[in-house]
């Protein structure tokens, strides 16, 4: 039946559900309105992204998910509640079966709070959590059963994963808190140190879409961006170059770089060769970037593709396991807790 097996991209900027038999139901931000007098939910998902910076001061915007773990645990159980009840039903009596993704790096307490919040707000007992590499290459139709070495960089919005998966396991991986949020953060910095003006991390996200850049591109691109004048204090609009922007996320660009190199430093010989001959594949949103891939084939010297849809491999991939449970059991690591390893 619909809605009784679902896959959740619990991301830092975005959440995604899957459903088994309907795909990517749900792609809104991970954005929740609060009232600040009684702390009642005002709106979630896009509604509460559009009042970003444009509230009055009664009415607090949270994005409760930061650096890819829960930073305000019922704000997101909340948020969780409203988006598996726009699938299941608000009055549903049967709970769905939910795999959620967790980053690879995770500390067991941060595992545990993503659980708890599945559960808290509907989910069936016990609720499931999957690395998101492996989630990601599940969902990138990655051969992940075979014992040859297959390697997967997740460029979401809080955090990059890069791991080596074979056989439903995580070999090597990695995890750095630098994606989508410190490019726009990276960008917002350069705009007000360069043109002395301060703009939103809407505004910076906005700017990174339509002229950025991960290498120089052959036909230099403009974009009009307004903010406030540091010196005035008035409204102002200034014209950024796309090479303004590729500058102000080299350094964030340079650490996603600096952990793939980590991981295949630590890669078995056997696998570093399967990863050599299969190259390195990209998901998550950061993975849109224009040219990202080129840059990472010139630094690495391995090819370097981008999935099909990579923005919903994670939730597909979450969906996906669901069915194949007892063989990502069964390569976890024997030892401690579910993640212990990584």
């Known amino acids: 039946m619909f809605g009784r097996r679902i896959g959740v991209d619990l991301g830092t900027a975005n959440v995604l559900v899957y459903v088994k038999g309907r795909g990517v139901v749900i792609n809104e931000p991970s954005v929740v309105a609060v009232a600040q007098r009684d702390n009642t939910i005002v709106a979630v998902g896009n509604d509460a992204r559009e009042m970003l910076g444009r509230t009055p001061g009664a009415i607090q915007v949270i994005r409760p998910m930061r650096d890819g773990v829960i930073a305000d645990y019922l704000t997101t159980e909340a948020m969780l509640r409203y988006f598996i009840g726009k699938i299941t039903g608000r009055f549903s009596l049967i709970k769905p079966e939910v795999m959620v993704c967790v980053p690879a790096g995770v500390t067991g307490v941060e595992q545990r709070?993503?659980?708890?919040?599945?559960?808290?707000?509907?989910?069936?007992?016990?609720?499931?959590?999957?690395?998101?590499?492996?989630?990601?290459?599940?969902?990138?139709?990655?051969?992940?059963?075979?014992?040859?070495?297959?390697?997967?960089?997740?460029?979401?919005?809080?955090?990059?994963?890069?791991?080596?998966?074979?056989?439903?396991?995580?070999?090597?991986?990695?995890?750095?808190?630098?994606?989508?949020?410190?490019?726009?953060?990276?960008?917002?910095?350069?705009?007000?140190?360069?043109?002395?003006?301060?703009?939103?991390?809407?505004?910076?996200?906005?700017?990174?879409?339509?002229?950025?850049?991960?290498?120089?591109?052959?036909?230099?691109?403009?974009?009009?961006?307004?903010?406030?004048?540091?010196?005035?204090?008035?409204?102002?609009?200034?014209?950024?170059?796309?090479?303004?922007?590729?500058?102000?996320?080299?350094?964030?660009?340079?650490?996603?770089i600096g952990a793939i190199r980590s991981v295949l430093e630590r890669t078995p010989p056997e696998l570093a060769s399967d990863v050599v001959d299969r190259g390195i594949v990209l998901t998550g949103g950061g993975a849109l970037l224009r040219n990202i891939d080129r840059l990472i084939t010139q630094e690495i010297g391995i090819p370097c593709y981008i999935a099909d849809n990579p923005t919903d491999c994670v939730a597909i991939g979450a969906g996906i396991a669901l069915e194949h449970l007892d063989l990502i059991k069964r390569a976890r690591p024997p030892e401690g807790e579910w993640f212990a390893s990584f």
């Open 113 to 256: 709070a993503v659980q708890d919040a599945c559960e808290a707000a509907g989910a069936r007992r016990p609720a499931n959590v999957v690395p998101e590499p492996l989630a990601a290459a599940i969902g990138a139709r990655i051969p992940v059963a075979a014992p040859h070495g297959h390697m997967i960089v997740d460029i979401g919005g809080g955090r990059t994963e890069a791991a080596v998966i074979s056989m439903y396991g995580i070999v090597v991986s990695e995890s750095v808190r630098v994606a989508g949020d410190r490019l726009d953060e990276a960008i917002t910095n350069y705009v007000k140190r360069r043109h002395n003006l301060l703009i939103g991390e809407r505004t910076a996200e906005e700017l990174k879409i339509a002229i950025g850049s991960a290498v120089p591109m052959e036909e230099d691109l403009t974009y009009s961006v307004r903010g406030r004048d540091q010196i005035t204090g008035l409204p102002k609009t200034v014209t950024v170059t796309s090479i303004e922007v590729c500058q102000a996320m080299q350094d964030a660009l340079q650490a996603i």
